[in-house]
Structure formats: C-alpha cells, structure tokens
C-alpha cells in the first residue's frame, strides 16, 4: 500500500477511534465530574473504574476482536490454499505452482483455468483477510454513527433523522391500530417541584445555592418560569465559614420581562440559555465582599478540557438540575439488540446493493457485521446494566418520609384539651386558618385571645394537626380515638376520610397498588394540558411523546387500582384529546369508552386560538368493565315544578298525551285507544259505561294523536293517572303524576354529552377557591360543582375518589361537600407533587372541615363536618439517587473484582449498592425507629437541621411504610412498653383476608449474650400483645425474635419495596 495511503488510513482510525471513546464518555455518564446529583453522583463514585473498563475492556476489546476476526479469517484460508495445491499437484505435478499460481502452461485448459482463478481468488481474501486500519475505522465509525442515534442529554431516544429509507423499527404484532410514540418504552421523570440546593468547594472557600422562593405555575398565562436571584441581598459572604450563599427565585417572567433581564447573545432575538446562565454569573459576582481569591478561582476552568469557568458550570448544572426531564428506558438492552440488528441489515449490508453495481462480497459483509454486532453488544451490555440499575431505584416502591393526621376535635377525646390548649403552635394554625381570636367573623374566643375547654366543646369542627405534637401524643390520640358519638374508633381506616400524598404521582400509585387494588370507584384527573404554556416539561423536539410517556405509565397504575364497577374521568383540552382518546383506548380498551362530555366553562370564549374563540374544555370517561352510572341531581328550578303533594310525595303533572315529532295515530296506532272516567266519583277506567267520559287522544286540530303508554302500562299505574278539565277549552284531558321520590330517593335526571351552566365556569371555580383561600396564587381552579357531578354520576355513597392530579385540592373540597348534603361517607385520595399540598391543599381541606360558609378566606360561621384525613410525604427517586452508596471493599479484593469483565458488566451497580439505606439496609431494621435518609429539601422537614450541603438527616416511617407494602386495612394503631422498650403495634387485614399483627421495636443485631432479653420479649409478644389481638392469623416481627408464631419482617419488607 502506498505509504501515504496507509498514514491517512491510520490517522483516520485514530480520529475515529477517539470519537467512539468520547461517545462512550457521554453515554456513561462520567464526562460531567462536576455534577453531584442524580445518577451523575452515582457515576462519578466509580469514575476510575468505568474508565478503566472502557480503555482496557471496550476499546482494546476491539483490537482484540480484530485480532480474533483476522486469525480465524487466515486459518480459513490458509487450510483452502493448501486443499488447492494438493488438487494442483494431484493433476499437474509438484512443479505446476510459482509465484503467481498456475504456471501459464497449464492455464489453458478449461481445468487450468479454473484453478488459476481460484488460486486468485484466495490469493484476494488473504489479503483481505488481515483488516485494514481503513476497514477498523469503518466500524469504529459504524459504532459511533449508531449510539449517536439514540443519545442526547442524557436520554436513550429514537432520535428524529431525514433520510430516503426510514431508520428505525417500530415493533408491530398485526394489531389492527398501533399506537406508536418516540419514546414509548420509557418513563418519564419529573421531580422539579421538589427544588434543590446545590454546593461545592473551591479551594477552601464553599459555595451554596438555595432555592428560597417558588411562585405558582404560569398555566397557559403565557409566562415561563425561570430562576433569578432572590432580591437585592440574594448574594452573601460569610467570611468566618468561608461560605459563599446565592439565594435563588423561580418565578413566572414574560417574553419582555425576560428579554430586559437576560439581553440576548449577537444574532439573537431571545435569550437562551447561555444568555440567562451567564446573567446570572455576572449578578452573582457583583455580590459585596466576595474574595479576590474566590472570584479570581470561579471565573477559572476547573481543568483543562473545560469548556466554561466554575461557576458558569456549577450554576448551569443548578438550573439544569432543577427544571430538567429526563427519561428511563425499560428495556434498553432488548431494544438496542433490535435496533443493532435493523441498523446492520441497513446501514451495513446495505441489502439494496445487492444485484447492482455497488454490491460488495457477501463474505465481506458477514465478517464486518459478526465483529461489529460483537464489540456493539459490549457496549450495550453495560448501557443496559446502568439503565437497568436506574429501573430499579425508579420501579423500587418508596419510603414514606412523614404522616400526620387532621381531625375535627369531636373525634378527640376531652382528655387532650389540655394538652392541645397548652400547644401554642396549634392555636397560631387556628388564627391563621379561622381568624380565632382576630375577632372576625363571629370566631372572636370567649376570653379575648383565650381559647378554652369550653371553647373546644362548643367548636366541635376546629381541625388539630398532629404534626404540631409530639410522637406520644400521637400515638396515644390514634389509640384512644372516638367517634362524634363518643364511641370508640374500632377501625382506623375505617374512620379516616381522606388521604393526601405529597409526591410524583407515579411513585405514590406504585406504592397504593397492594391498599388500594380495586377499591376506587372514580377517578378524576385534571392532567396538564401541553400546551406549551403550562406546568408540563418537555424536551425539545418530544412534546408529544414526552406527554404520552408520562401519562400512559400513570393510567396504567390507575388501571389496576380501579374497581371493576368504576370510571375514570380525565379533563384535557382540543391539544392532546387525541393522543388521550388513543391513549385511553389502549389501556382501558375502546369498548369503555363512554363519551366526550363538553363541558362550557367560559362561554363568552377565550382567545387563546385562532379563529375560533375557545368556550368549553373536554371531559372524557372511561369505564372498568361493568358500570352503570347514577342520575345527576334535579336542578333547583326543576325541583320547583313539583308543587303538588299527595300521600306519595311531591309531584309534577305530565300530560299523557304524545306531544312533538311521532305524535299522531299513525305513527303508533297500539296507543291510540279511549281512557273512561267517571266525573262524579273520579273513578278512571280502561272499560267504560254510561256514566263515564270518553276520551280520546286529540291533538289541538282536532286530528287523532296518540298516548305515551300502552294500555297495560295505564292499567298497572292508574294511581298514577289524574283527569282534569282544560280550562281553555270544556274538555277533559289526562295526565300523569310524576313523582320527585322514587323508594323514598329524590329522582335525577340522565347526564348529557353537554354541561351548560354557570357553575361550571373558570370564573365559579376561582370565586369558590378564593372564598376559601382568599388571594393564595393558584391558576384555574376546576369548579367544585364540576367534581361533584361527577361525583354523582360515578360514585355510590361509600365509594374511594381518586385525583393523581389534585392541583388546588378540588376534588377533596367536592367530596366532602357532597358527603355533607347527603350524609354519605365518600373517602377521598389526592396526589400531588410539590408544595401545594402543604400550602394549598390542606389548608384547603382544614377549612372546609370547619366551616361551609366562607368568604375571602375568613369564616362566616363554624357550620362544620366531621372528618379525620391523612396525610403522608414519600421518598423520591431523587432521594434514592442521593442516598446510594458503594461498599468499601478491600483493595485487593476490589481490584480482583473489578478485573472479571462479566462483572464489571452486569453486577457491579447492583450488588455494590444493596446495602444502601434507600435499598432497604435490613441489618438498620434492627432499630427501626432511628432509619433515616437524606433529603434535600425543607417543607415538612425544617424541624430537622440541615448540613452544609443542604441534606437533611429525615427519620424514615418504616411502620407506615409496611403497612403500604403489605395492602394493610389498618384497625388499630397501639404503643406498648417491656422492659424500657417500646413496641409499636399495628393490627389490621391483608388483602387475602388474614389478619395480621405487626410488631416493631429494638432488637439487637445478633442473638448472642441477649438471650434473656429476647425470651423475655418473646414472652411479652406473646402473653400480652397476642393475647390482646386474639384474631391474629399473621405475626410480623422486626429482627430476632423468640416467639413461636413469628414472622421476620425484613425479607417480605425487601420482597415487596422491589429494592
């Protein structure tokens, strides 16, 4: 080969080789060291080892199997060369063969000739044989060229590409519709709400960013949300920590307010990212009293191949961190397998060259394909075991971080009025949320801002939190809890109305799954509407399929949680009803749908689109298997037509007579026939005589119309029959009592594919949530009187609501007014992600508790209900990512670990990572009321102290947390205490039926030298806490313990969290 050739092919297979190295960097996740959240702190633990097993395992594996390719190929040919030159010798002689095969002599013959060709022939793949750098650099190309199809930022995609031949595979079974999106088989995550800090060292300096301020969601107001720093003291330096603080808001700005904040870069008309990411540095370095050292060392690279400064670097990774989605595929390994085999088949084969021009040899094809498929499912392997990895902290079910509970103080018993008179944090939530001892409203107490015993007794609808008491109070409150009667709650489930859960709505299903399974009559969801304008994130380009992802995996969960009598009910606009309708199709089945009901809720009509002024929003539902729905209530002005009375109720008179279209006797000759009726004695009767009337359906022109009934229908009901004579006219004519009550029920009326009224407006939802709330910001609340509809077309009287979208808490308010107005006991179940729920949510919830009558959020009386909910916060995926932690391993042992490939491959996240406390440490249940984790972030736990990185050290409810694995009903909460430990009990149903007690408390880490204190438990176990729930089929025990019937907890607390 011609030297200069052969130096272009090697530097050709070096750029490509590295390009594949940098791709590889990429698709690990280990080229931002700098990032210390999610899977890049993950990753960055083990940053020398995965870069070792790329250089040594993946990329020296590729000349490896060039090697292993070149010496098969060669062994091959050489055992063929030496097949020929028998054959040639056999039939020419030992001197037939030279340099250049057959001597010319013998190539004349047509035998000859065909030896000598094929001498060639072998003669060619020899030389091909032994790869070419030109041909190595084709493959690395060819792996480079296909990873890059389906990576960017950090998500496996379908990347979307323009070509003459389409490149990708979608999977079809012959279905008769395929719903097909780009990203199909993955989760969508999106924890934004939950808003971090973000710290790192420089030097000796330590730098901190905290999010202190989060304004509502823009909701289609045509305003982004962005981060800006917190005022004009947002930047501070604390000289003794060396501590450097910029305080961050993420609040709704305009195009405008943006353009005049962040000026756009040269040749731009809007700010991007750069622009804002920038803005912000340059404001954060104008602080007062930042160190030269430490304003020189931020606007530095940190290394050399940075491509920004620091703090460039750290405060895109803030924002980044923050305000990003991101997406998780179930199964990368079996879809990159399928996508290597078409990208081979297209892109390496190249199947259409076959029969033209360009054909190359089949051999060459095969033998190219077989080392890139193999050195390709390297790669995937291990990109599988990350995502796989990822899977599993995403799919394991979540810890719950904290529950509470609120009452009305009618289910207290009077023995704790002292203690909560003397709790002064409870009495400050009781001036915030009712105005007591503000004097207004009528709620001024009876001793100026005194409240008390007598106070208590006389407002039976004041709301306690239990989050504002200790865990002994707590706990002796849910053991000794009452009824409004006085009677004692022997079900505490039972009694409980309500449950919020403050989390992403898909992890909060995941965990109901085993509670809730079948139990949910209606489900109403009031999703974002993607319009581009709301709360709802996507990546560029995904839109669609991002919405999709994220709705499809959460329908799914709701699927199963649904009774089989039950409807789901999803409000969206004209943006995605189509993808819904599909959606919803797929995983409900086309045959349950039911309708689209439009429902007007501004009639005057919004100029949110061209053309057409928008007026109403859609309302799909969807049932299980079986349902028949319930009539909606008889408006006030028809309830007003029933103005007659008799011994059976209420009635309205309806005329028997067939009036409108089909009325004549042609059309139903059968209902045309006399009605007799005696004036003197008012007897009615199908068969006359001299002294009745005769009449006859007439209609105004005298012509014969026909009746509504049959004759045998007038026969059974002719109670129900009342003649009178028309008063314009000296004629009788007959009519029908139609009665408001039906088996002592008022009557409704057929719900209809239109809502048409004013309550159910924008305007009636804002005025009802600002009644409650007065000027709290929250966009667009759904009207109550909306919810309650629904209700009442879905929803028996002790029937689960479910709303994985609570947004302002409606549902929960609708549920708790219908229950008022008609004595049901509908329970209720909100999910929300976010600070919504402690700040609007609730409250909400607290107020309509204590009064129905309100007004720019003070009450107008305390005209309560009683009502017990619960409340609970789960551990996120982000505080899973947090909290993983490698083993330390020994030196050797690690090394000599890390040296089997297969390892490296597919074990080592996952045993690596087992003991981690967000896996289930099962050796830390052994104390199981001292089990925390770390979470960033304060609401609902500002009461714990935070370290200098923002982490909190939160003690983990793993009682709660069992019971929810388990599908627990729970009956009866107790606490009990032996031998200065404290055993807390809980008793209650499994979902098959069996009653099961569960039993937490210290216990030592090893039997040994504790055996008197472990049969002293065993015995307390069983003489006092059996013998007090006699029922008990199952006993559930945490860490070693004598008793008999016991059962361990951890390995079914590990079997059912997934981890």
């Known amino acids: 080969m011609d030297p200069k050739m052969a130096k272009h092919q090697e530097e050709r297979l070096k750029r490509h080789k590295q390009q594949l190295r940098q791709k590889l960097t990429e698709l690990f996740q280990i080229d931002s060291p700098d990032l210390d959240f999610g899977v890049y702190r993950i990753m960055n633990q083990k940053r020398d080892e995965i870069t070792r097993f790329m250089d040594k395992d993946l990329i020296e594996a590729v000349d490896a199997e060039f090697g292993k390719y070149d010496t098969e190929s060669r062994t091959q040919i050489i055992a063929e060369f030496k097949e020929l030159e028998q054959t040639i010798r056999d039939t020419y002689g030992d001197d037939a063969l030279d340099a250049n095969g057959l001597k010319e002599e013998y190539r004349k013959a047509a035998k000859g000739k065909e030896l000598h060709e094929k001498w060639l022939k072998l003669q060619g793949d020899a030389e091909e044989a032994s790869m070419s750098d030109l041909q190595k650099a084709e493959i690395f190309a060819h792996l480079e060229e296909f990873f890059s199809r389906y990576y960017k930022d950090g998500d496996f995609l379908s990347l979307r590409r323009y070509a003459a031949n389409e490149k990708y595979a979608v999977p079809y079974n012959g279905e008769e519709v395929l719903l097909h999106w780009a990203n199909k088989d993955q989760y969508y995550i999106k924890t934004d709400r939950f808003l971090k800090s973000h710290g790192f060292d420089v030097g000796s300096y330590r730098v901190l960013f905290e999010v202190v301020q989060v304004e509502g969601q823009s909701n289609g107001n045509g305003k982004g949300r962005y981060f800006v720093l917190a005022g004009d003291d947002a930047v501070t330096y604390d000289d003794e920590k060396h501590l450097l603080t910029a305080r961050f808001a993420q609040v709704p700005l305009s195009d405008d307010d943006l353009l005049s904040r962040f000026p756009p870069g040269a040749g731009r008309q809007k700010p991007n990212q750069d622009d804002i990411v920038g803005g912000l540095v340059a404001e954060i370095l104008r602080g007062n009293g930042i160190p030269k050292g430490l304003a020189d060392a931020l606007q530095t690279n940190e290394r050399d191949t940075d491509r920004n400064p620091r703090l460039y670097k750290h405060v895109m990774s803030f924002t980044k961190e923050n305000t990003s989605d991101f997406f998780i595929h179930k199964d990368l390994g079996g879809f990159f397998g399928q996508e290597l085999d078409f990208y081979i088949k297209n892109e390496v084969f190249r199947l259409d060259d076959l029969g033209t021009e360009n054909e190359v040899a089949v051999e060459r094809y095969v033998k190219r394909a077989k080392v890139l498929k193999s050195i390709a499912h390297r790669i995937i392997d291990f990109l599988a075991q990350l995502e796989d990895f990822q899977k599993t902290l995403w799919e394991k079910k979540k810890f719950v971080l904290r529950a509470g509970y609120c009452m009305t103080i009618d289910h207290v018993p009077e023995e704790f009025y002292p203690e909560i008179l003397a709790n002064g944090g409870q009495l400050v939530e009781w001036r915030n949320l009712y105005g007591i001892g503000e004097g207004k409203s009528g709620q001024k107490t009876l001793a100026g801002d005194r409240v008390d015993e007598a106070f208590l007794q ?155 002024a928008t007026a109403h929003e859609n309302l799909l539902m969807y049932i299980r298997n079986d349902f028949k729905a319930f009539d909606l209530p008889l408006p006030d002005n028809y309830r007003q037509e029933y103005a007659e009375r008799d011994d059976n109720g209420p009635y309205r008179l309806q005329g028997l007579r067939k009036r409108g279209a089909g009325a004549r006797r042609e059309d139903r000759p059968n209902l045309y026939y006399p009605i007799y009726y005696n004036p003197s004695n008012k007897e009615i009767s199908l068969e006359g005589n001299g002294s009745f009337i005769k009449i006859l359906p007439k209609l105004s022109d ?116 219908i229950n008022k107005t008609q004595t049901s006991t509908r329970k209720y179940v909100l999910i929300e992600l976010g600070d919504y729920l402690d700040f609007i949510i609730k409250p909400r919830i607290q107020k309509v508790m204590y009064s129905s009558n309100w007004k720019d959020g003070n009450p107008k009386d305390a005209d309560g209900q009683s009502h017990i909910f619960k409340y609970m916060e789960l551990e996120q995926y982000e505080d899973t990512l947090n909290n993983i932690e490698f083993l330390d391993r020994d030196g050797h042992v690690q090394a000599t670990i890390f040296g089997m490939s297969d390892y490296m491959l597919r074990y080592f996240l996952d045993v690596e990572t087992r003991e981690s406390l967000c896996r289930l440490n099962v050796d830390r249940l052994a104390t199981p009321f001292a089990y925390t984790l770390r979470i960033r972030r304060d609401v609902g736990f500002n009461h714990v102290p935070v370290d200098e990185d923002g982490f909190r050290e939160v003690t983990v409810d793993l009682v709660e947390t069992f019971n929810y694995l388990l599908g627990l009903h729970v009956r009866r909460r107790v606490v009990r205490h032996q031998g200065g430990l404290t055993y807390r009990v809980v008793h209650g149903a499994l979902p098959d039926g069996k009653v099961a007690t569960i039993v937490w408390r210290n216990s030592p880490k090893n039997p040994a030298g504790h055996e008197q204190a472990l049969e002293a438990d065993a015995a307390f176990i069983t003489d006092e806490i059996l013998r007090e729930f006699p029922d008990t089929g199952v006993l559930y025990v945490n860490g070693h313990c004598f008793a008999p019937r016991a059962t361990p907890i951890e390995p079914e607390f590990k079997k059912c969290m997934g981890a």
């Not at 809730?516 to 319009?531: A, F, G, L, S």
């Not at 009788?732 to 002592?744: A, C, E, M, P, S």
């Not at 910001?777 to 009187?785: G, I, V």
């Open 458 to 612: 006389s407002h039976p609808y004041l709301v306690i939190d239990t989050a504002l008491f200790d865990d002994d109070f707590t706990d002796r409150l849910l053991e000794k809890l009452q009824h409004p009667d006085g009677t004692p709650v022997e079900g505490l489930d039972e009694a409980i109305g309500g449950l919020m859960i403050k989390s992403e709505n898909w992890q909060a299903l995941n965990l109901l799954q085993e509670r809730y399974r079948e139990q949910v009559k209606c489900i109403y969801i009031d999703p974002p509407y993607n319009t581009g304008n709301d709360e709802f994130v996507y990546r560029d380009n995904y839109q669609h399929s991002s919405w999709l992802s994220m709705m499809g995996d959460r329908l799914n969960l709701a699927h199963t949680i649904i009774s089989n009598h039950g409807a789901l009910f999803s409000s969206i606009d004209d943006h995605e009803i189509v993808n819904l309708r599909s959606l919803m199709n797929s995983t409900f089945g086309s045959l349950n749908f039911i309708s689209t009901i439009s429902v007007v809720n501004n009639l005057k009509g919004r100029s949110d689109r061209a053309n057409i």
């Open 702 to 817: 005298g012509s014969d119309g026909r009746w509504r009934w049959k004759k045998e229908t007038v026969r059974e009901n002719i109670q129900k029959i009342l003649i009178k004579k028309v008063s314009t006219r000296d004629e009788y004519d007959v009519f029908q009592k139609d009665y408001l009550l039906i088996d002592g029920e008022e009557k409704g009326t057929k719900a209809k594919s239109i809502w048409l009224d004013t309550k159910y407006s924008s305007d009636y939802g804002t005025h009802a949530y600002k009644k409650l709330l007065g000027e709290v910001q929250f966009d667009n609340p759904k009207s109550p009187e909306l919810i309650k509809d629904i209700l009442h077309i879905s929803s028996g009287e002790e029937d689960i609501i479910l709303d994985f979208f609570a947004g302002s808490g409606t549902t929960g308010q609708s549920v708790l007014e």
